[in-house]
């Protein structure tokens, strides 16, 4: 998007465990920006309502939405597909609303060719340790399933600079969203 009164595209990423909800939660607390809710072919978990955790949609239909040019971004994990809808993200830019987008490397790269001027944040953690101690301190992780996020962590760390425009570093959670709001705010400074 040109200068204008649309909204911007944002992706924030970032390895599990590294803080990513904290930070959203404390940036969109204090900015104006909108979460983008996700779409997903899993199933909903107790707690979890359609359109506010993700919009759940059977897989015939995502597959539908991914071929008719329906969907930003898309991913496959654990079987489940996962992506962005245009319908949900579309209208809020034009309205004027920066829309964060909470996605892996592989949507942030579908990002990057069908959304150019989409600013893309990745949020990395001091070291793997940390990031180990994080995982296993949320006591709902198995020990393989640490070991694996930990070798995914490692890649999207290493591929971070050729994708994302921002690396933000998360060792203190107040700088890390600081720093997040200073890069919306620029934005906002573009000239809109």
Do not use: C
Not at 3 to 18: D, F, I, K, M, T
Not at 54 to 60: G, S, T, V, W
Not at 148 to 165: C, F, G, H, N, T
């Amino acid at each position: 998007m040109t200068a204008s009164p649309e909204g911007h595209l944002v992706v924030v990423s970032g390895p599990s465990g590294v803080g990513k909800s904290s930070i959203l939660a404390g940036v969109l607390e204090a900015s104006h920006a909108v979460f983008s809710t996700s779409a997903t072919t899993r199933e909903p978990r107790h707690h979890e309502v359609d359109g506010r955790e993700y919009h759940f949609l059977d897989r015939d239909d995502f597959e539908a939405l991914i071929e008719e040019g329906d969907v930003l971004e898309w991913a496959e994990y654990g079987g489940n597909l996962y992506g962005t809808l245009r319908r949900e993200v579309e209208p809020l830019i034009a309205a004027g609303s920066d829309v964060i987008l909470d996605i892996e490397n592989e949507g942030a790269k579908q990002i990057r060719s069908s959304y150019p001027s989409a600013v893309l944040v990745f949020i990395r953690p001091p070291d793997l340790d940390v990031l180990h101690r994080r995982l296993t301190e949320r006591g709902d992780t198995s020990s393989r399933d640490i070991e694996r996020r930990l070798s995914v962590a490692k890649a999207q760390v290493d591929e971070a600079p050729a994708i994302y425009d921002h690396i933000v570093l998360n060792d203190d959670l107040d700088t890390a969203i600081g720093r997040v709001i200073d890069i919306l705010s620029s934005l906002s400074d573009d000239g809109r």
